[in-house]
């Protein structure tokens, strides 16, 4: 297949690439996305919480807190306006014990900072009126955050950036990136079923937003990753779902204080937008070679081993005292690209200049990185047109 040369590549299909299609095809530019898999959003984006965060985690000035309080807002919007499953159904961190107290003033001040709306600290009287079944001695309510369903609007941002001209293809994985003097030279083969035959185009701009394969596509572009620290490590969650029998038992979610090594936001209750609870994700570190990672399905373990069901009951029965061990069965996992396992690393969003001119890498696009597609989306087309 040939390909007339185009504005702009987008590699990768998850929410953060179809925004950025969506966006880069409103603004005129000719653009095609290519995604390896058969099918749009099938690697992060459909295997997480489904939670638009508030932005009370994130260090103020950093771009998680920014993307992800903008993020929240446009989302929420674009949501509503195209028919896309949201439910603004809030959210309660809780402190079980006084110890843990100083902590959610922590995150009060901190979300303040970030311009997080309504945020508010409530005692364990008002927190049992909202939730009678959790145990705990305080909670910081966040009215604002919700859960969506992800997969339906990345692809409402596909279907918005095909009405603008911009060419969707799936089963499509970049295999070479090399620059000439007026753009990318774009190397595509088939990938998984569906698609027969590769081509190579022309590109003036490349978008990497490749999720999981970040770093990968990266190197393929002649970053050195190991230089930048953009090697990223794959750290698995798992989740458990609740017996049915304790279907609609809350209408938040229900988030403990986070551990303080920063490597999650801890086992909580999740909500999806039929009112069934699970429980998740924990963290799992799962070493994967990077030839493996370059897989069609990305070559990743996706089982949930009943085991660990042990571990979420301990946790989560410190605020759920009701919960009984075999109301824990094993539902589905998920894979966060981290930069750092422990501690806080900023998403790395970088408009590269000189030998590598024309590219825009998105990497260690973790969590908030749902909540905060479509600001990043934002800036890439601000930065394709020259505007920052």
């Not at 927190?127 to 609007?153: H, M, N, Q, Y």
């Not at 936001?265 to 799962?286: F, I, K, S």
């Not at 660990?308 to 009951?313: A, D």
């Amino acid at each position: 297949m040939t390909m007339a040369d185009l504005d702009l590549t987008v590699i990768g299909g998850g929410i953060v690439g179809c925004a950025v299609a969506a966006e880069a095809a409103r603004r005129g530019l000719s653009t095609a996305l290519l995604e390896k898999e058969g099918d749009l959003a099938r690697g992060t984006t459909s295997r997480n919480s489904q939670v638009s965060h508030g932005g009370m985690y994130y260090p103020a000035g950093s771009r998680k807190a920014h993307y992800c309080v903008r993020g929240r807002r446009l989302l929420k919007k674009f949501c509503l306006e195209h028919g896309v499953d949201y439910q603004e159904c809030g959210k309660l961190i809780v402190a079980v014990e006084e110890a843990e107290l100083p902590e959610l003033e922590r995150l009060l001040n901190l979300g303040q900072a970030n311009e997080v709306e309504d945020l508010v600290l409530i005692d364990g009287e008002a927190l049992k009126k909202l939730e009678p079944d959790i145990r705990a001695v305080a909670g910081l309510f966040s009215p604002r955050t919700g859960i969506l369903d992800p997969e339906g609007a990345a692809r409402a941002y596909a279907h918005q950036a095909r009405e603008n001209g911009a060419q969707i293809m799936t089963a499509a994985q970049v295999t070479g990136l090399e620059r000439h003097t007026d753009g990318w030279l774009v190397q595509v083969e088939p990938s998984g079923t569906g698609r027969a035959d590769g081509w190579t185009h022309t590109s003036t701009w490349v978008v990497n937003a490749a999720g999981l394969r970040a770093d990968l596509v990266a190197v393929l572009a002649g970053v050195d990753i190991e230089a930048r620290r953009w090697r990223q490590t794959l750290l698995k969650g798992n989740y458990f779902k609740l017996a049915p029998r304790h279907a609609g038992r809350f209408r938040h979610l229900v988030y403990p204080v986070p551990p303080a090594d920063g490597s999650s936001l801890g086992v909580h209750v999740c909500l999806d937008l039929d009112g069934q609870l699970r429980l998740g994700p924990d963290t799992q570190e799962a070493e994967t070679p990077l030839a493996v990672r370059d897989l069609p399905g990305d070559g990743l373990d996706y089982g949930v081993d009943p085991a660990r069901g042990n571990q979420f009951f301990e946790a989560a029965r410190r605020f759920l005292p009701w919960l009984e061990a075999e109301d824990l069965v094993p539902d589905m996992s998920g894979y966060r690209p981290k930069l750092v396992v422990k501690g806080f690393r900023d998403f790395e969003i970088c408009r590269e200049e000189g030998d590598l001119e024309g590219l825009i890498n998105l990497v260690g696009i973790e969590s908030p990185g749902l909540t905060s597609a479509a600001a990043m989306a934002e800036d890439v087309g601000r930065m394709l047109a020259g505007e920052v």
